[in-house]
């Protein structure tokens, strides 16, 4: 029989993380834990909702979280619980019993790999948050010089003119054969100017852009996966949809040129494994990214993106964003994401 019970944690940002949406000083996260009675051994797994991103960032999220635990306990098997209105709740649930299901004496290995024995890293995009220009190239150098071939810049925030400038100095010093830059838009443009402003992004060999748009526009946005001078992955325009036949539909309209997977947001990792089946029957590459996560749940998503073989740089680097994140294995060294088995996870806080 399982217990389950729930711990909340707020996580600190060391700086503070400005999208177009807004700024992040704190994020909220809940742990769920699941204990087993009958091999003795709890399984963990992290809820993570992003402020105004998120579907589940809703006033009844601690309820529900409350009832699924009550429901648990009252001997409702998980696979019954309804939770397609909560897809972090989903996520956090998935792991957890993978967790158990692995019961590898809280060391977080849900899928034992090349990864997690330490002889293998994950690629992984560095990440560049909005801020000033001299805070932004601070960023870039600093990824840089940690090794990373790929970065990724949030747009839409600052002065257009100040992003072209930056985007323009990245240039004059690496080719587009020594890094790759990924744009990140939040939705910032519309789709009036949206062409407009790519066309002037795309002066310096961008490899793609996400959600130019905001989500929900979907003529709008298979107008610009056609017409766009810089590939258009879908971020945004995934949270929410769970219907196959609806994921199905959205990217036939939409045939965007990437995709991209946060499970989190997207309700855990089978009902991403939907959206990359349907994504490769049409020709739709795809990478995964986390979604703010700390070290619990960015341990169980970079586990399982590292099973998928997919050779592209992924979006995995958010664990060093965090003041208070929990002691892990996780390390990054030379633009890729490590698991060290001889370091420890520091879980004495949950109180097993």
């Known amino acids: 029989m399982l217990h389950a019970r729930v711990i909340k944690h707020i996580l600190d940002f060391k700086e503070p993380a400005k999208t177009s949406r807004g700024t992040l000083v704190q994020k909220k996260t809940w742990y769920i834990l699941l204990h087993d009675y009958f091999i003795g051994y709890t399984g963990i797994g992290e809820c993570s909702i992003i402020p105004g991103l998120s579907i589940d960032d809703r006033s009844d999220y601690l309820q529900k979280l409350g009832e699924v635990c009550g429901e648990i306990n009252a001997g409702v098997p998980v696979e019954l619980l309804d939770l397609g209105e909560f897809p972090s709740i989903a996520f956090a649930l998935e792991v957890a019993l993978a967790d158990l299901a692995c019961n590898t004496e809280h060391q977080n290995i849900l899928f034992p790999s090349e990864f997690t024995k330490g002889k293998a890293g994950i690629p992984i995009n560095g990440l560049v948050w909005m801020g000033s220009r001299e805070y932004m190239e601070k960023q870039i150098k600093e990824k ?22 930056i985007l323009g100095n990245i240039r004059k010093q690496f080719a587009p054969a020594d890094i790759t830059i990924r744009l990140d838009a939040n939705g910032a443009f519309t789709p009036e100017n949206v062409i407009e402003k790519l066309t002037h992004f795309s002066d310096f060999s961008i490899h793609s852009i996400e959600q130019p748009i905001r989500q929900g526009q979907l003529a709008a946005m298979a107008n610009l996966c056609r017409t766009s001078p810089i590939p258009i992955a879908l971020d945004e325009e995934l949270i929410g949809i769970s219907d196959v036949a609806v994921k199905e539909d959205i990217l036939k309209i939409i045939q965007p040129q990437y995709i991209i997977l946060k499970p989190s947001l997207v309700g855990g990792f089978a009902a991403s494994v ?27 998503i970079a586990q399982w993106t590292f099973a998928l073989n997919n050779p592209m740089p992924q979006g995995l680097g958010t664990g060093q964003i965090y003041a208070n994140n929990i002691d892990s294995p996780l390390t990054i060294s030379g633009g890729k994401l490590f698991y060290r088995p001889r370091k420890h996870w520091d879980l004495s806080f949950m109180e097993w």
Not at 144 to 165: M, N, P, S
Not at 274 to 300: D, K, M, P, R, Y
């Open 144 to 165: 840089l010089k940690q090794g990373f071939d790929t970065i990724k810049l949030k747009v839409g925030a600052l002065d257009f003119e100040t992003e072209l400038d």
């Open 274 to 300: 939907e959206w990359i089946t349907i994504a490769e029957e049409l020709g739709i590459a795809w990478w995964i990214t986390s979604a703010l996560e700390g070290n619990i749940g960015l341990n169980a």
